[in-house]
């Protein structure tokens, strides 16, 4: 018999599923629940969360899926993988009286002010806001990993908004005379080049080849892993320049949410290249670029940029909307 308490939660990327169960406000990730999966040894959604429903014994009755694409009347197109997901078929397969599909990084968003102390790494000077419900505030939320994941988290009154945007597909602003040779390399393969074209993984792919054909050398990596163990052993000195110049980049789109958004109150960053490129983001390149706002660097000066180290944090928030849907009765 279904547990009418238990809560399914999902986070689907391009590249991995991970899932966990859901019971109460005091405990919103049973710790014990969480297990991973590579996506590319599942042909659906449905057929990965059967099979850990399957392999834990669980029997939910709910379900909240952050899954990487846009969502629209519950059906999503996921950005990097080859799979539509209906909440409804999915309800359906796993006998669940509802599903619920939101962005990934609206669930990413939903995390923070459920995050402690320790979960969190100051970039820069600022310290990180408090997001206990006692203050109006917006931050904004960017994290590269398979693609590119934007979001928005709204304090108002005490209630917690989140906004599901595709922000990572913004167009890529160049602002040296390194990063325009960049973008016209790029154009030739691409055509329009968006944000995500050179900040996610394959990003750096495509960043590090394009330097490589700027500075006329030979490519010696092909993935993200050997652009970046290449970049730390200081063995190619371009991909030690593409992973600088990818957090420069990073930076520079961090400082232009703040100003799309408002988000006067910090940038959270996540996704799955966060921890390899924290020693680079530690350094200036980051934050300079963050700061290089024109008339808005004193203001940008006094933004917080954070780390979000969690290990989990599309879990997290996917979480805390369960429980507030659950508390709105």
Known sequence: MPDANLILLADIGGTNLRFA???????????????????????????????????????????VFAIAGRVDAGEVKITNL??????????????????????????QSRCLPLLRVPDLERLGAPEAPILDGSHDRCVAVVGPGTGLGVGALLLRAGRVIVLETEGGHLSFAPGTDEEIAVLNHLRRDFGRVSNER?????????????????????????TPEQVMQSANDGSDAQAVRAVELFAEILGAIAGDL???????????????LLEPLLPTLRRGGFRARF??????????????????????????????????????G
């Open 21 to 63: 169960l859901c019971e109460s406000a005091e405990a919103p990730l049973r710790p014990d629940s969480v297990r991973r999966y590579r996506a590319a040894e599942h042909s659906s959604l449905g057929e990965a969360a059967a099979r850990y429903l399957e392999e834990t014994g669980a029997r939910p009755d709910h379900a």
């Open 198 to 222: 050179l900040i996610c993984g394959s990003g750096l792919v495509n960043l590090y080849g394009a330097i490589c054909a700027i500075a006329a050398a030979p490519v010696r990596a092909s």
């Open 291 to 328: 700061d290089a706002k024109g008339r808005f660097r004193p203001t940008m000066a006094q933004i917080p940029t954070v780390a979000v180290r969690h290990p989990n944090p599309g879990l997290l928030g996917a979480a805390g909307i369960a429980l507030d849907a659950r508390a709105a």
């Open 82 to 107: 080859p799979w539509t997901v209906s909440a409804a078929a999915v309800a359906q397969q796993l006998g669940m009286a509802s599903v619920r599909l939101v962005n990934d990084f609206a669930a």
């Open 258 to 272: 703040v100003l799309a958004y408002g988000a006067w109150d910090g940038v959270f960053l996540g996704g799955g």
